[in-house]
């Protein structure tokens, strides 16, 4: 039995990298494998690269209104 976490992992690319109707044909068969909601599994799989800390993303700082002084 995988975890979750491994399911993402092994799934991710492939359904970023896949055609519209392709990525339907993917999150049916995780929807049969894992039990776990569809719209879930969409949402997790189209940003996961973001939220392992991929070099996804626009180069946007954290706290871009933030100023520090160092006395």
């Known amino acids: 039995m995988y975890s ?9 690319r492939e359904y970023q990298r896949a ?3 392709e990525r339907g044909a993917i999150l049916d068969r995780l929807v ?10 969409a949402t997790t799989l189209r940003n996961y690269q973001a939220q392992t800390g ?5 180069g946007i700082a ?8 160092r006395s």
Request: glycine share 12%.
């Open 19 to 21: 055609a519209k109707q």
């Open 32 to 41: 049969l494998t894992t039990g776990i909601n569809r719209d879930y599994l």
């Open 62 to 69: 954290k706290h871009p209104g933030l100023i520090v002084f």
């Open 4 to 12: 979750r976490q491994e399911i993402y992992r092994t799934s991710w």
């Open 54 to 58: 991929g070099k996804a993303g626009r």
